[in-house]
């Protein structure tokens, strides 16, 4: 496709982003392979808002031939899932122009509108759920709403059913090794996950002290600034974000870690996108050398491979639903399904549609809560019609999003983080927990 991008101005305002978003304009030659996988488009049926769609769009709003509002409605409705990288035979990298974009197209459109309330959500949702002590208030309050949620608009009404009735607490001690030291790694904590389903972490520092890894958790890292990037808000995720590459890249370049280990799919993948989102700023060589250090937590412990033998029930019937920043963004899908071949007693069972998106989508269910609620229903048809008594998957929004969509109410099956499942799947009573 010939473009006419404006890079020098792209440059100005979206930095390092601006060639790798000519380079998709480029590399799309609008054969509609993407189309199969794209989950708005399977659910609308509009070119405009399938990727090859979506890319025109973009290209002629930033080349000043189409209204910015007009191609960015239609952005703004992408879930930014990535299926159609994993599908495309061209090589063409959604993400890389679908992020800037936003960026781009949203101070465009304040520009020209002025005082957005739709933007100040936005922020006021990213300053929330980035900060757990805003988090922690903010789910304290919601509970005290959710009885009102009737009355409410469903902008705000969404928020309130996706909110857990209570909020886990498990502050546990990082346990101490098991054998021989193997490796050492620095773990992001996370922001939502550490206040949602802290069971996770907890469940990663036992199954790694189990298999003689050692697990530090480096007090001034923060937000990843993955919900911020994914959004488009590039200066808050950079701010953000700062002090976790700082807080990694020092343990990194002192040989105190072998790794950074993420637990949730859209934190992992956005840490590969540092090298472009600290693309020549100060912080670019700290971020290139986190972002290549990342790792998912089943990626990590497979290639280092398990030391010990689990077991569960005999015939326990397990599905594995692959968050699409760890499937599609990040490319991993082996490393959930090796470890949990290696229990005894599991059989694994895959869902149909298993490339299409849940819904959640970092603050896609939030903003977006009609589309996102008919994908949660038709992945978790998808996922009840295996039959499975465990749901598996790696990432914070897709267990809350499954959660609050499966329509089972007397045999539901559980929905745990691959490493809850590891956990609990340990043949000493004294280590194995039930999963919450």
Sequence with gaps: MQHRLPLAQLQDDVGAFAEPMAEAVSRCVHCGFCLADCPTYRVTGEEAESPRGRIFLMKEALEGSLEVEAAARH????????????????????????VPFRAWSSERRATQRGFSLERLQRRAMLATLTVPSRLRWALRLGRLAKPLRSLLPASLRTPLELLPTRTPHRNEPIPSLQGERRARVGLLRGCAQSLLEPAINAATKAVYARNGIEVIEPEEQGCCGALDLHAGELEAARRRAAPTVLAF??????????????????????????PLLFGGTDLEAPARAVAAAAVDCTTFLAGLGMTESLTVKPGRRVAVHDACHLGHAQRETAAPRTLLRAVEGIELVEPGEAAVCCGSAGIYNLEHPEMAAELGRRKCAALEATGAEWIATGNIGCLTQIRHHLTAEEVAP??????????????SSTTARRPT
């Design 249 to 274: 890249a020092r343990r990194l370049e002192s040989g105190d870690i072998d790794a950074v280990v993420t637990t949730a799919a859209g934190c992992g993948s956005a840490i590969h996108e540092y």
């Design 75 to 98: 952005v703004d409705g992408c879930l930014g899932c990535l299926a159609c990288v994993t599908s495309c035979p061209s090589g063409v990298e959604y993400g890389e122009l679908m």
């Design 414 to 427: 559980r929905v745990l983080h691959t490493l809850q499942i590891l956990e609990v799947a340990s043949p």
